[in-house]
């Protein structure tokens, strides 16, 4: 092999100069070996592209992988998801290597709380207990008493007391479910998923009114006008349980649409409708920019350079992993 084609070769395994033809199937076979080799383990969320989800070793929603990483024995975890999910698996694993393929993979409603912001709202309410939803930074971690995902949620806030204030962030949406489900008036910080809020409330209803047999189901992420459709509001693996259970043979699915593949998988005989959202894109259909930013060739990029890697510095991990602690 001449210099030039040495040179180019490298810059394009560094993921440096994309010359690469291949196609998702061509990594399959070298991210099996590196995964044997390095003794790593991957895990993914529902919300990934399929290969990865079909490559993973572990596919699930937030709780499921959180416990999944806190249990896990391999020496590299590949987390592929976003930013806060790999640095809750390196908080929980501080000796550990997690591994996010592309480290721009961020999270819209995690970035709508910044912590400054959010210290001095905490600030005016001394009385108050803070519960966070997941999707936040470390260092709103460390700002609260306890962290939930949108499946245990209503079991964390009902383990306070019924006259205990409570702020919830970030999540105002999920947050407004929570008020109704738990009879509570907690103080809702002001954030969304730009995903869940682009749902079009008029092209659902004319689908629905198209479709009168299928069941809306749907992510407590959704706003409330969303929510007041549903047949049924959980998690992406609530949704998929219920999905299972209900005798029902049709679906609109009001959450990002890689959860079809699964659930695809999990009722192959039931139709499943994507829920639309507000802008016509290819699919009409949901899907989260940043948990996309993550392909099968920068998997096989990061297994392979063992890079990037997620680094939480140690006193604001040791920090955040109370409350996280305190759900798991
Ligand atoms: P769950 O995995 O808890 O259903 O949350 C969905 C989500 O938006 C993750 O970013
Ligand atoms: Fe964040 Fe929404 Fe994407 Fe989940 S779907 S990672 S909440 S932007």
Not at 127 to 144: G, R
Not at 197 to 221: C, G, N, Q, R, T
Not at 273 to 289: G, L
Request: charged fraction near 25%; proline fraction near 5%.
């Amino acid at each position: 092999m001449d210099t030039l084609a040495k040179a180019k070769e490298n810059l394009e395994n560094k993921g440096f100069l994309d010359i690469d033809t291949r196609n998702s199937t061509d990594y399959v076979s070298e991210i099996n070996r590196l995964k044997k080799e390095k003794n790593a383990v991957i895990l993914a969320h529902y919300y990934q592209e399929e290969a990865i989800q079909d490559i993973a070793d572990f596919v699930g929603d937030s709780l499921q992988l959180a416990q999944e990483a806190s249990k896990t024995d391999a020496d590299i975890i590949v987390f592929c998801g976003v930013h806060f999910m790999a640095e809750t698996a390196k908080i929980l694993n501080p000796t550990k290597k997690v591994l996010l393929p592309d480290l721009k993979a961020g999270c819209s409603l995690a970035d709508s709380c910044p912590p400054a912001e959010f210290k001095a709202f905490k600030a005016k309410h001394p009385d108050h207990k803070v519960v966070t939803y997941i999707n936040c930074s470390a260092e709103i971690k460390t700002m609260s008493d306890i962290v939930c995902t949108s499946s245990n949620a209503v079991k964390v806030i009902n383990s306070f007391p019924q006259d205990q204030k409570i702020i919830f962030a970030p999540d105002k949406n999920l947050g407004d479910y929570l008020n109704k489900e738990t009879g509570r008036n907690m103080v809702l910080w002001d954030g969304a998923c730009m995903v869940h809020e682009a749902f079009s409330i008029e092209k659902l209803l004319s689908i629905s009114a198209e479709h009168p047999d299928a069941e809306i189901i749907a992510h407590p992420e959704s706003p409330s006008h969303i929510l007041k459709t549903a047949s049924y509001i959980g998690s992406t693996a609530g949704l998929l349980k219920y999905a299972r259970a209900s005798k029902k043979n049709k679906f609109i699915v009001a959450t990002e649409a890689g959860i079809l593949h699964e659930m695809i998988k999990q009722v192959p005989g039931k139709h499943l409708i994507p829920a639309p959202v507000e802008e016509d894109n290819t699919c009409a259909c949901s899907e989260c920019f940043y948990m996309r930013m993550n392909t099968m060739k920068k998997l096989f990029l990061c297994l392979e350079h063992e890079l990037p890697e997620i680094e939480v510095e140690k006193e604001l991990a040791k920090a955040a992993s109370i409350p996280i602690e305190k759900m798991l």
